[in-house]
């Protein structure tokens, strides 16, 4: 999970000013944690208190109401009741990182990660790409090869990872839909060496850079088990120690084995 809280961070200063390079700082003055992490860690908070999801991400996304939410999910965000409002947007895919880490089977995980896309991204490719991150997340955390991820993640959601980094790169632009970023950010791990490989990459699409590179980065955490420790004061020292704390806890509870 931290590896996708460090990708939002680091791709964050470059959301809206797009790079199409890898050869940037990974933390600037200006990198923060960004509303992909605030509802990433409401999602590990929620599977770690046994809570509704759509419960912990109000409570801890009201707590920082200027993290960067779009305009219809904070107008959720605020709303007494918890109403999906039929979102096929990314918010879905970006959270749902502790889903693939915490839960062993892939039809806990499958179910899991649709419970938490629903409470607000109801349409059918809101659930379809938390579902995509989540087992891509697990199938890297039990070993599987790229190209069994690779091959598994494009037969059972019809995405097309047939591409590389370098081929979508040049006409590649912003886009928040899961189906035109999910697969985009798949695509940025399958491609790397290492997790900074798969961050960096993620990020020189040129796109939604802190959600390319939180779900790059999630899945490559889970592919390559180590963060370089830079990368990890990096965030913490981004991070408060009130989100800090859940994620000390989170990998306390569910430690990645190497």
Known sequence: MLGAIAGDIIGSVYERQPLKTTDFPLFHSRSRFTDDTVMTLAVARAILLRSDY??????????YPRA????????????????????WGNGSAMRVSPVGFAFDTEEDVLREA??????????????KGAQAVALAILLARKGSSKS???????????????????????????????????????????????????????????????????????????????????IILGAKERLPESLWSIVGEFQKQYPLEK
Request: charged share 30%; net charge negative.
């Open 54 to 63: 759509g419960r912990e991400m109000k409570s801890l996304g009201r707590i």
């Open 68 to 87: 960067g939410y779009g305009g219809n999910f904070k107008k959720w965000l605020y709303e007494d009741e918890i109403r999906p409002y039929g979102s």
């Open 114 to 127: 649709k419970q938490s896309a629903e409470v607000s991204h109801n349409h059918p490719e809101g659930i």
């Open 148 to 230: 069994e991820i690779k091959e598994r993640i494009s037969r059972d959601f019809s995405y097309d990872l047939n591409r590389t980094v370098e081929s979508i790169r040049p006409n590649y632009r912003f886009d928040v839909s899961c189906q035109g970023s999910v697969p985009e950010g798949i695509i940025a791990f399958l491609d790397s060496v290492d997790y900074e490989d798969a961050v960096r990459k993620a990020v020189s699409l040129g796109g939604d850079s802190d959600t390319l590179a939180c779900i790059a980065g999630g899945i490559a955490q889970a592919y390559y088990k180590e963060l370089p420790t830079e």
